[in-house]
């Protein structure tokens, strides 16, 4: 049965069209995902189905009510989880839930709510403040309460932003549980190998659609055109580039050892290049992604090169720019970093891994100086922390943006030059506006930015002083594939110059673009190698998500074997 039918539905603001006789069905007992890039109208699709928002022309139905409709009796079979959801930080598990329920009159509450903890796996935690629960934690939180009322048709918006792959796997079992009771569900998401896993996508743009229709069928257009590259680099990210530099390429990106390519439209693989970059380099074809495909129908070519790394200083001919030794943190009785050690060299993009509270944001706050460890040692550049010229060579971009969100884009760029004594201030301000587009938001305060900005504006404010060693905590969590594309060729390419760049992350893909990896569990460091050697650990066929989860898996069982 159809849950939602929409027929040429229009929204505007003002004089921005948010979305453009947006056509498409979604069924009951189905997931039906919404993909595409910051500001396409996901969220203001989302909003109109909740019945909350009025809408300016077109047709509209939601479980067989025209819409727009605020009637209690109707909204009851509605299940809302927008982006920030409104939890009580103050108030345990237990009682959000209690109050979720009250709010809502629902009736034998105890029992329903006994039921969606065991169902959350929440259970456990029941007295733990809502402050103090993971990301993911507070996600299946969210959920639980969206799932008093026991809605009909279940609305998600981006629903595991910033949730690492165990958490985020244990949110698809449980919705996908929740089909059998023929609830419809509508989830919005930029993360691409969820929209592979929906039943349906509706992929908009700028408010238009795209696509709608089966991923398979979106993702089997691109049979023939994904392609597989490997052997012996000269230099692998100078490989990414010149592959990118082919305008028969839509998009490549490394994936381990070897590297992922996509062809335009209608152009053959360029095979010429392969002598360019490597020794005995061999193309093979590769299965289509949901990614691939989502590319291909925006038709935007990734880029070769950073205008941004182009004016960064070169650090190549430097060595050990980071050594720890038995690092170790420790808050009161809770170890958060156990006795850690790692080097990182000039032009290597070493990347953290690891479950929301493994102690990864700990760990970058120790190597910038912002927490001092209890115990271990760390040398920065062969120096201190100490060292005010050493720190000065430090980038961070934290996980909670370190911007001034009542200070403008322009003051914003204006205070961090100042702050890192950046020389010819005026004209390196002007070389980063110009570098991320930042004109038309030049006189936004910065918490009033799209969050692709918000980022932009970070990186920029990172690296206005040219820091030998970059840290990015989380830093393209939220946004969407184009922006992220975009980041990824500018952290390649400072790598080139020798920039040391660490970085945390909950795109597994994005854990295949780092030289090395540290999967970080319960404040040990559990695996430690490139990305294939973390694979390998599992199976020869194994996804960094399924070595993601199989490693701490096989942690927590030998942890349990020794008590």
Same mark, same amino acid.
Not at 534 to 560: C, G, H, N, T, W
């Given at each position: 049965m159809t849950a939602v039918y929409a027929k040429n539905v229009k929204k505007y603001f003002k004089d921005d069209v948010a979305l453009n006789r947006v056509s498409f069905t979604a069924k009951k007992g189905e997931i039906t995902g919404l993909v595409g890039p910051d500001g396409s109208g996901k969220t203001t699709l989302i909003r109109l189905l909740t019945g909350l928002m009025n809408f300016d022309g077109g047709e509209l139905e939601v479980l067989g009510v025209k819409m727009p409709n605020k009637s209690g009796k109707f909204l009851e079979h509605i299940g809302y989880m927008p982006q920030k959801f409104g939890l009580y930080e103050d108030l345990s598990v237990l009682e959000n839930l209690r109050l979720y329920a009250y709010l809502q009159d629902t009736a034998h509450t105890d029992i329903h709510i006994d039921e969606l903890l065991k169902f959350t796996k929440l259970k456990p935690f029941s007295s733990r403040r809502a402050a103090n629960l993971s990301g993911g934690m507070k996600q299946k939180l969210a959920l639980a309460c969206t799932l008093i009322k026991k809605p009909k048709i279940l609305l998600l918006d981006e629903p595991s932003v910033g949730v690492d792959p165990i958490s985020r796997r244990d949110l698809w079992e449980m919705i996908r549980t929740l089909l059998d009771d023929e609830m419809a569900v509508i989830w919005s998401t930029s993360y691409l190998n969820e929209a592979q896993m929906c039943d349906s996508v509706l992929l908009l743009n700028e408010g238009n659609v795209l696509y709608s229709g089966s991923p398979d069928k979106l993702m089997s257009k691109l049979e023939g055109r994904v392609f597989k590259i490997e052997g012996d680099f000269f230099n692998k990210r100078e490989a990414l580039g010149s592959i990118l530099e082919s305008e028969a390429l839509l998009d490549a990106a490394l994936v381990g050892s070897y590297i992922k390519a996509v062809s335009q439209k209608y152009m053959s693989f360029p095979y010429e290049i392969l002598e360019k970059i490597g020794n005995n380099i061999e193309v093979s074809d590769l299965e289509p992604s949901f990614e691939d495909a989502f590319l291909d129908v925006l038709g935007v070519k990734t880029k070769a090169h950073s205008v941004l790394a182009s004016v960064m200083s070169d650090f190549s001919e430097q060595k050990n720019l980071i050594t720890a030794q038995n690092l170790t943190k420790k808050f009161g009785n809770f170890t958060a970093v156990d006795d850690i050690s790692f080097t990182v060299n000039a032009g290597e993009v070493f990347g953290f891994l690891g479950p929301n509270g493994a102690g990864k944001s700990t760990m970058f706050k120790m190597l910038c100086g912002l927490l001092t460890p209890t115990s271990g040692k760390?040398?920065?550049?062969?120096? /201190?922390?100490?060292?005010?010229? $050493?720190? %000065?060579?430090?980038?961070?971009?934290? %996980?909670?943006? +370190?911007?001034?969100?009542?200070?403008?884009?322009?003051?914003?760029?204006?205070?961090?030059?100042?702050?890192?004594?950046? !020389?010819?201030?005026?004209?390196?301000?002007?070389?980063? *506006?110009?570098?991320?587009?930042? /004109?038309?938001?030049?006189?936004? !305060?910065?918490?009033?930015?799209?969050?692709? $900005? /918000? %980022?932009?504006?970070?990186?920029?404010?990172?690296?206005?002083?040219?820091?030998? *060693?970059?840290?990015?905590?989380?830093?393209? +969590?939220? *946004?969407?594939? *184009?922006?992220?594309? @975009?980041?990824?060729?500018?952290?390649?390419?400072?790598? /080139?110059?020798?920039?040391?760049?660490?970085?945390?992350?909950?795109?597994?893909?994005?854990?295949?673009?780092?030289?090395?990896?540290?999967?970080?569990?319960?404040?040990?460091?559990?695996?430690?190698?490139?990305?294939?050697?973390?694979?390998?650990?599992? +199976?020869? +066929?194994?996804?960094?998500?399924?070595?993601?989860?199989?490693?701490?898996?096989?942690?927590?069982? @030998?942890? @349990?074997?020794?008590?």
């Open positions: 760390i040398k920065i550049l062969n120096g /201190k922390l100490t060292d005010t010229k $050493i720190r %000065q060579n430090i980038g961070y971009m934290a %996980q909670k943006f +370190s911007l001034y969100g009542d200070l403008k884009l322009k003051d914003n760029l204006n205070f961090f030059a100042r702050l890192y004594e950046v !020389k010819n201030v005026d004209e390196k301000i002007e070389t980063m *506006i110009d570098i991320f587009d930042f /004109k038309k938001y030049l006189h936004v !305060k910065a918490n009033e930015l799209p969050l692709g $900005i /918000k %980022q932009r504006l970070a990186l920029a404010c990172s690296l206005m002083h040219e820091p030998s *060693i970059l840290f990015l905590d989380e830093p393209t +969590s939220g *946004i969407d594939v *184009i922006t992220r594309k @975009e980041f990824w060729t500018h952290i390649n390419n400072v790598a /080139k110059h020798g920039v040391c760049v660490m970085v945390t992350t909950h795109f597994m893909d994005e854990a295949e673009y780092c030289d090395k990896i540290m999967l970080i569990y319960k404040g040990k460091a559990i695996a430690v190698g490139t990305p294939d050697e973390l694979k390998a650990q599992v +199976s020869p +066929s194994a996804s960094m998500e399924d070595a993601f989860i199989r490693l701490i898996s096989i942690y927590d069982e @030998e942890s @349990e074997h020794k008590k």
